[in-house]
């Protein structure tokens, strides 16, 4: 059975910090082996100069990771970042971001996933990411 986006929406609001919580993301589609979540913008999350920050970026794509491993497992279960590597390209401003994690290999105790982030007006790379986790059940 696959995940609905709103049941993919749930396992943010159940397992995340709120902190995460308050970055406001959502679930906007999901596939196999992949999800694509929405950073919208908030000049909470920028900095001087206006960009949106590197933090808030690599949450985001740590937090993608997740939802794209628990639709690909069919539910949520515990796991836990090994590993994440982020190059930034571009500045985004006053835009939203689209966050696309895509599973590159799911093993039983490992997920490796690449992460592409792009602004939601212009469809420019903002920044790539990659990242490794242990799971854990």
Known sequence: MTMTTAEADKILS???????????????????????????????????????SGQALMAAADTATVIAVSAARGGYGPMTTVQQSTSFQRAVTGSDVLIEAVLTKLGRRMAFADITMTDGSTGELAARASTVYALLG
């Open 14 to 52: 159940a397992n995340f910090a709120p902190w995460v919580l308050d970055l406001g993301l959502t679930v906007e589609e999901l596939g196999e082996g992949r999800a694509t979540l929405r950073l919208p913008w908030s000049d909470r999350l920028s900095r001087e100069g206006g960009g949106l």
